[in-house]
C-alpha cells in the first residue's frame, strides 16, 4: 500500500495519492492480483465472472504524527457485472 496523501496538519502544493495491491480470491480458487488507486474502478475477471472494483477509502488518513504504514487499512468495493 502507497499513501503519499498530505498529511491532514500540514500544508501541501501537491495532495498525493493513494495505492493498494489488492488479492481477490472466489470460493473455488480463482485468484487475480490488481493495483487500484484511490477513487478509481478496474473492472476484473476472476473465473468466469466480471466485477468492477474500487478503492474507496484508505484510513487511517495521514498525519505526521501518525505515518506508520502498517497501519493502514483499505477500503474496497466489490460490484458483480
Do not use: F, H
Not at 473455488?28 to 473492472?43: F, K, Q
Not at 504504514?69 to 466489490?78: D, L, N, T
Amino acid at each position: 500500500m502507497e499513501d503519499s496523501r498530505c498529511p491532514k496538519d500540514v500544508l501541501c502544493i501537491w495532495a498525493g495519492a493513494a495505492v493498494a495491491q489488492i488479492l481477490l480470491a472466489d470460493s473455488l480458487g480463482a485468484s487475480v492480483s490488481t493495483t487500484l488507486s484511490l477513487g478509481s474502478l478496474e473492472r476484473v475477471e476472476l473465473g468466469t465472472k466480471m466485477y468492477q472494483v474500487a478503492l474507496t477509502d484508505i484510513n487511517p488518513y495521514p498525519k505526521i504524527s501518525n505515518l506508520n504504514p502498517a497501519e493502514k487499512e483499505a477500503r474496497v468495493s466489490v460490484t458483480p457485472l
